[in-house]
Each structure stands twice: as structure tokens, then as C-alpha cells.
């Protein structure tokens, strides 16, 4: 990840741009004023994008070292820019500083039409479907599936291509359709309001159990509807708090 203060003075910029089209309904501008205030049951406080890279920023400090190498984690507004006309080129020459394609795993937090998601790219710098070391594949997890995640395809499917093109390494538009998007069925929202909380805790048991090499073989693993508790959800955030005080 970038860091903070480049962060700051170049994204924060953007938005402050950008949230001048309020007629947008894909800018993040708009998206700020509601699902990134994610409440939690019992808690009034909210997650805005700046607690949500502070909240990110305290998990990442507590992940193993061992599984440091293995990932790479992106800013949770890339997505968002990289589809705006202004922005998407300056968006790939973040990209570009971050070597994505060395890692084994791309943690994408997505921010889109006032919901999160969380994308993860395994092996986007090698492996196939016909692996047993490595699927080259793309997760999307979403806490409200009634929202069809699939409408994101298209332009995660772009966002791909981009990161291929920027790193030298081009992929034709067929063979980028042809990485599988497996959505699996994981615990769902029961309000309105938990989708930031909840990529965030995708975010952090995925890391941590993550398998050294990601295969079809094993899929879906760990992800599936019983994978966590609402009890476990509010514990989580609950911890998190107070390692921010």
C-alpha cells in the first residue's frame, strides 16, 4: 500500500473532485455518504474510508509474517478511481509500484453502487485451472448476495486487464474472461448497513487461513455460509475498537 501521506495528498484529492458529480451514481463521492457508514448492531459508530484503511492498517499489523509475503492489499477506493476516465491512469501507476503480479494473492476492498465487497485475485501472476499448485482465479465476497455481485464482473474483469497491461505482461480480452469468478456462499448482512464491517472480517480469516496455494480442488474451503457467527462478527469489531483507543 501506498503510503499514508502519498495517500493523502493524491486520493483524498481525487475524491474532493470527484464527489462534485453528485448526479454519478459510480463515484467516490457518492458511494462516502452511505455504505461506507457501515454500522454495527449495538454500536452507532461508522466506518467511513479513512477508519476503514485505519482498521486495515491495525489487522495488517497483526497478520503473520509468514503470510506477509504471500499478499499484497490495495487501497480501498483503487477499484473505484480506476473506473473513473480522470483518475484510472494515475490508479494504474499506483498499481504498477505495488508488483502485484509477484504475490499470490491481491486483497481488493470494492466500494461500489453504496455497497462493499472484497475481491481476491490468486495467482494472477501464474498457475491455471488444470493446477494443483495454483488456480489463477478471482473470489468476490459479498455479505448481501440478494445485491447480484455478477454486475461487478464486467469491470473487475477490466480492472484485470489493467493490472496485466500496466505490468508488461498483456493478456488478450478472451483469455481474461477465461479466469474463473467464484462467488462463494458466505454468512450474510441481516441490516443494511454491516457490508464494510463484514469485508473486513472476510479480509482478516481469509488471511489468516488462507491455503499456501489457492486450487479449485479445495474450493470453497473455509467460505461457506457457517464460516462465522453474528456473535463472532460483533467480538471482532469489538476487539478492533479498542485497539483503536
Known amino acids: 500500500m501506498a503510503k499514508r501521506k502519498s495517500r493523502g ?6 475524491i474532493s473532485v ?11 463521492g ?16 461508522k466506518i467511513d474510508t479513512k477508519t476503514f484503511e485505519h482498521y486495515l492498517g491495525i489487522l495488517k499489523k497483526n497478520f503473520s509474517k509468514r503470510k506477509n509475503p504471500s499478499f499484497v492489499f490495495l487501497d480501498c ?4 478511481l480506476y473506473m473513473q476516465k480522470p483518475t484510472k491512469e494515475r490508479v494504474l501507476t499506483w498499481i504498477k509500484n505495488k508488483r502485484i503480479l ?9 466500494v461500489c453502487w453504496n455497497h462493499w465487497n472484497l475481491l481476491i485475485l490468486c495467482h494472477l501472476g501464474g498457475g491455471s485451472s488444470q493446477s494443483n499448485t495454483g488456480t489463477r482465479c478471482m473470489l468476490l465476497l459479498d455479505s448481501l448476495l440478494m445485491s447480484d455481485p455478477k454486475r461487478l464482473e464486467p469491470d473487475i474483469r477490466k480492472f484485470v486487464m489493467g493490472i496485466y497491461e500496466v505490468e508488461n505482461k498483456p493478456h488478450k ?3 481474461v474472461r477465461e479466469i474463473p469468478l467464484l462467488i462463494p456462499k458466505v454468512p450474510q448482512q441481516r441490516n443494511a448497513d454491516d457490508c464494510g464491517l463484514f469485508v473486513l472480517y472476510f479480509l482478516k480469516l481469509f488471511v489468516q487461513n488462507a491455503p499456501v496455494n489457492f486450487s479449485h480442488h479445495g474450493y470453497p474451503y473455509f467460505m461457506k455460509e457457517d464460516w462465522f457467527s453474528h456473535e463472532d462478527l460483533d467480538r471482532f469489531y469489538s476487539e478492533l475498537s479498542q485497539c483503536s483507543q
Open 9 to 14: 495528498e493524491a486520493v483524498e484529492r481525487l
Open 18 to 28: 470527484d464527489s462534485s458529480n453528485s448526479d454519478s451514481e459510480n463515484t467516490a
Open 30 to 45: 457518492s458511494t462516502s455518504r452511505c455504505c461506507f457508514d457501515a454500522a454495527v448492531p449495538r454500536q452507532p459508530k
Open 77 to 80: 477506493l483503487w477499484f473505484t
Open 102 to 110: 509477484t504475490k499470490k494473492y491481491v486483497v481488493v476492498p470494492i
Open 173 to 175: 480480452e478472451a483469455e
